[in-house]
């Protein structure tokens, strides 16, 4: 009896390695890495085999963004653009160029909502010390000229970026992300990786068949506003591209029982008022999709869905 029971204690602990190793060999494989960057989680999952050396390239490439895009950093481009006089021609990196571009489109379909130049006064807000408070109207009014009459000239055949103004300044705190998502896929790809999802920090870029669902497409929960992270207000299913939320419930302060969050109405010079707390845009490229989050969620619903509508973009509100 004795002997029966150790066989088929063998015979079970076979089958079960056996049956692990060949779950093992029947999945496609991933290669997936999160790194902390545009301060914020960055998860980079590649399906496709030994994709771990595509993963890596791509986590190079967002560094080097992140560095060229950081407002913080003093040797960015952005800095050495936001330290220029006006006049003053400075060299950036081709992809500065490409982010500035495409945000200057944004700006002019958004009817100014969406404005990088906004960085005057989104630094008198303070949102990245301990212990921000309200500036005072008349700081505000004063940094909204420098925005309102700032002029940005870029010459893409010289790569070089000069201002029209001493006091201007840009924030690509909008837009770099959502750039940074386009050249991720765009390696990726470059590298044959079948199948990939990006996640920077709740924005979202795919392609290829996801090998966890049966209908090969790709599931994005919305992050219900102000609830505990992983609680959906809804689902978006696509086969690709970008699916880029803004929101108010990431970061605020509050101050005597107001809250000041960091999208910045470039029109007033403050946080903008709407009834919803967060904007999902879904569109085919990534930086679009950043751009348009933003620019929507100032503009309110009707203007906002008429302009998503204008680019070939859904909207969300919540
Ligand atoms: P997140 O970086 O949290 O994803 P968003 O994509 O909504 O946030 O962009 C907000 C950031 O963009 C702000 O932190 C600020 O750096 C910048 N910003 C704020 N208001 C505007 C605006 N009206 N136009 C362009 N950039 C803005
Ligand atoms: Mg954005």
Not at 63 to 70: D, E, P, Y
């Amino acid at each position: 009896m004795k002997k029966l029971k150790t066989i088929f204690l063998i015979l079970l602990i076979f089958t079960l390695i056996f049956g692990l190793a060949y779950r093992a060999f029947d999945r496609v494989p991933k290669s997936e890495s999160t790194e902390f960057l545009f301060d914020t989680y960055c998860t980079v999952a590649a399906y496709s085999k030994d994709a771990d050396a595509a993963v890596s390239a791509v986590f190079d490439e967002l560094s080097r963004l992140h560095s060229l895009t950081n407002f913080f950093d003093e040797s960015s481009d952005v800095s050495k653009i936001n330290r220029a006089k006006h006049g003053e021609k400075v060299k950036v990196d081709p992809c500065v160029i490409n982010i500035i571009s495409k945000a200057q489109e944004i700006k002019l379909a958004s009817d100014g909502a969406f404005d990088i130049s906004i960085a005057p006064v989104s630094m008198l807000w303070k949102f990245d010390e301990n212990t921000p408070t309200p500036p005072t109207d008349e700081q505000i009014s004063q940094s909204l000229l420098s925005v309102k009459n700032s002029g940005l000239m870029v010459d893409a055949d010289e790569m070089t970026v000069s201002k029209t103004l001493d006091a201007s300044m840009i924030d690509l705190g909008g837009a770099a992300k959502g750039y940074a998502g386009d050249v991720a896929l765009k390696i990726l790809r470059e590298y044959g990786v079948e199948a990939a999802i990006v996640d920077l920090g709740g924005n979202i870029s795919c392609y290829g068949k996801n090998p966890n669902s049966k209908d090969g497409k790709w599931r994005i929960g919305l992050q219900k506003p102000f609830a505990p992270t992983g609680e959906y207000s809804n689902t978006v299913q696509l086969t690709e591209g970008a699916v880029v939320t803004s929101g108010t419930y990431q970061r605020y302060f509050e101050h005597e029982g107001e809250v000041y969050h960091h999208i910045i109405d470039p029109k007033t010079g403050r946080p903008a008022r709407q009834s919803y707390q967060s904007v999902t845009i879904v569109a085919e490229s990534s930086m679009e999709a950043d751009c348009l989050a933003t620019a929507v969620y100032v503009l309110g619903t009707e203007r906002g869905e008429a302009l998503a509508r204008s680019r070939g973009a859904k909207v969300y509100f919540k």
